[in-house]
């Protein structure tokens, strides 16, 4: 370990310097990034030719090393106009992008100047996250992006990902996919399952085996639903618990927790958890979801010739949207449906508040969904949260809710993830 640093250093020394254009390069290449030093990361940053070398390690930084880790992160996601909706919006100029900046959004509107009665003045309300995804954004490119996150899941780091935003905005198009799903469409989700086993089966031949254990539930009018279990059996209690007193580790009493060993498995399940999720037609949306699904990737991998271990959850999470009630005229169940929505988005809502302000008390045990997020909200977990916006213009408010929100969120510090291994 010490002689390889010394290397590495040195070769961030001759970086420093004037930047040779091989020698330093390849010395950094041998190595795995865990070696590198913080302070050579920010002499790489600065070497232009470095960075362009090191342009997708430096992704992997910004995950694993870069020293602005503990913040929950935040992507941020403008859906296209639907063809259904071109006849209410015309364009889209209250949102705008920058074409070199994809970390900048905007919102802008007209308002009447407080000066004059005839003069208008734009509004424009700046925002910045980790990564804007304009509406052109196809699910590849977002997945391109979250890719060395939920790889870390392997190396037994705790991931959660999740998607927030007002009902219609693109959450389930994003995690999951459109209905008439295609290898194109394929959302977060599914895909993040393909790259766990890729990467499995390759880190196999290294010497690893992995075991997978999947569950599926729902969030529906703050009670617990098994995703995984089409016909549930009637007084199925389910229950959030500690594993053991001793330990952090949540678990769901009388959930289906299925050992997996192919992606083809997960597929499966997937499309049982889809079939049996809550949807409904709303004013917002056709196939609204009216709950919030957590799907769970529990990961153990061993090396036994170096007796190590590791231990980690992927946790991706779709939540259902908040609507405006006055907006969405929901009605009996819808508006009970969308009132439990509420109730606990904003139970979400005050747990980040607490944290921001580093409270003594962190709220967790008001609604279901944080508390069974408790420990990807505070604790030692690598955490994203993509916030889906709609580009019509009716929605300015929500989604200028959404995103200061979002920008709330994005300063939330979390503490630093540690990976499980022994
Ligand atoms: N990036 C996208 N490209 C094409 N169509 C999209 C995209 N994002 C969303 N859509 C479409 O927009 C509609 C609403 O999306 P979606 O159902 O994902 O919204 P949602 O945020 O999950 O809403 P809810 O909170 O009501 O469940 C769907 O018809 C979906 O297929
Ligand atoms: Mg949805």
Not at 173 to 178: H, L, N
Not at 229 to 236: F, I, M
Not at 297 to 323: P, Y
Not at 365 to 377: A, E, G, H, I, V
């Amino acid at each position: 370990m010490w002689s390889l640093n010394v290397v590495t250093v040195c070769g961030t020394l001759l970086c420093a310097i004037n930047c040779l254009p091989r020698f330093p390069h390849k010395i950094h290449s041998r190595f795995p990034l865990r070696y590198i030093l913080r302070f050579e990361t920010n002499v790489i940053m600065r070497c232009i030719k470095c960075k362009d070398y090191y342009y997708h390690q430096f992704k992997l930084l910004t995950f694993s090393h870069y020293p602005r880790q503990g913040n929950i992160r935040v992507f941020c996601r403008v859906r296209p106009l639907l063809d259904s909706e071109t006849d209410k919006c015309k364009d889209m100029s209250h949102v705008q992008f920058t074409t070199n900046d994809k970390k900048a959004i905007v919102l802008a509107k007209m308002e009447e100047s407080r000066t004059g009665r005839d003069r208008k003045v734009e509004l424009k309300y700046d925002f910045s996250f980790d990564h804007v995804f304009n509406p052109k954004a196809r699910q590849v490119e977002v997945f391109e992006e979250i890719a060395q996150l939920v790889q870390s899941a392997l190396d037994g780091y705790n991931v959660c990902i999740f998607a927030y935003g007002q009902t219609g905005s693109g959450k389930t198009y994003t995690m999951e996919g459109p209905d008439d799903i295609t290898t194109e469409t394929n959302g977060m989700i599914p895909r993040a399952v393909n790259q766990i086993f890729l990467s499995a089966a390759k880190m196999e031949s290294m010497g690893w085996t992995f075991n997978f254990t999947a569950n599926f539930l729902e969030i529906y009018n703050e009670s617990l639903r098994d995703l995984l279990v089409t016909k549930p059996e009637k007084n199925t209690e389910y229950e959030i618990k500690l594993v053991s007193s001793t330990s952090e580790q949540l678990h769901v009493t009388n959930l289906k927790y299925v050992p997996v060993s192919t992606e083809a498995e997960v597929h499966k399940l997937l499309t049982v958890a889809k079939a049996n999720r809550s949807v409904a037609k709303t004013a917002a949306n056709d196939r609204s979801s009216r709950s919030h699904s957590v799907f769970q990737l529990q990961i153990h991998g061993k090396h036994a010739q170096r007796e190590l271990q590791c231990t980690s959850i992927l946790s991706l999470v779709d939540l259902a949207g908040s609507e405006r009630l006055d907006k969405s005229q929901s009605k009996g169940d819808r508006l009970r449906e969308a009132q439990a929505i509420n109730t606990s988005l904003s139970c979400l809502g005050h747990v980040i508040t607490s944290l921001s302000n580093k409270d003594s008390h962190i709220p967790y045990r008001n609604s279901k969904l944080t508390y069974l997020l408790q420990s990807s909200l505070g604790g030692n977990s690598k955490t994203l949260m993509f916030v889906n916006i709609s580009p019509l213009d009716e929605n300015f408010s929500e989604s200028l809710n959404s995103l200061r929100f979002a920008s709330k969120v994005n300063e939330c510090i979390i503490g630093t993830a540690q990976a499980n291994r022994k």
